[in-house]
């Protein structure tokens, strides 16, 4: 079975702050990764995703994942946080021989002025 | 534009009012799935659809129904609505079940 662990379910930064969102999967086969962003009343938003290729994925809005086997992580940073990238942020996982996707319970990113 | 469309958007109703949730898509998208969204409990699957008449449950379906007479929609139905059914409800689409997903607005459903 599948799962993925985000650790801190609140997360505050500083605007021009390194964003540093923790997430940790569990999987038996090599995983898909994705990271989704949600703003406040909308749907989720892909901002990455990671399907065996390169280890390091570069998103929209200036966010990069890097998969890490041995740590079984894929931690979402971003080097200068801006005010609007507060929102909620969701890691998932699946894999080639699953039908659905596993989400993390969330990270709620504030950004202070 | 590619989107998946959700109606109503919010919703307050009374238990055991039977109510649907429509959803489509205009991907031409095998995959379409239910979500609920809680605090604290992330987004949990309802049901899924791999394609027109195929359905299964998700991890908490209990309480709800889904049809998929046509690729494009795929309405979900609370058939005697209670309060723990009270959520952000999420459509979603995709090619398959493990690509990235299309996501809906979100439909607030209050049963009171």
């Known amino acids: 079975a ?81 005010m609007s990238d507060a929102a909620e942020y969701f890691c998932a996982v699946s894999s080639y021989n699953t039908d659905k996707l596993i989400f993390g319970t969330g990270t709620r990113l504030q950004v202070f002025p | 534009e590619a989107q998946v469309t959700q109606n ?32 604290g409990l992330g987004l949990r699957q309802i049901y899924y659809s791999m394609n027109v008449e195929v359905t299964d449950k998700g991890d908490v379906p209990e309480g709800y129904k889904v049809s998929r007479k046509e690729k494009r929609n795929f309405p979900l139905i609370l058939e005697s609505p209670s309060p723990n059914q009270t959520s952000l409800y999420f459509c979603a689409s995709s090619s398959k079940g493990n690509q990235p997903q299309h996501f809906g607005d979100g439909t607030r459903l209050s049963i009171l």
Request: hydrophobic share 35%; with cysteine; charged share 15%.
């Open chain 2, 8 to 39: 109503p958007r919010y919703l307050i109703t009374v238990t055991g009012k039977k109510l649907t949730v429509t959803c489509s898509q205009n991907m031409n998208h095998e995959y379409m799935s239910w979500y609920r969204q809680d605090p």
């Open chain 1, 2 to 82: 599948q799962s993925v662990t985000q650790l801190g379910s609140h997360v505050s930064v500083s605007e021009g702050a390194l964003v540093l969102l923790r997430c940790n999967y569990s999987s038996s086969v090599p995983p898909y990764l994705f990271w989704y962003v949600q703003y406040p009343n909308q749907g989720l938003q892909l901002l990455l995703k990671y399907t065996s290729a390169a280890t390091l994925v570069k998103g929209i809005n200036g966010f990069e994942a890097e998969f890490k086997k041995s740590e079984t992580s894929f931690h979402l940073t971003k080097p200068s946080a801006h």
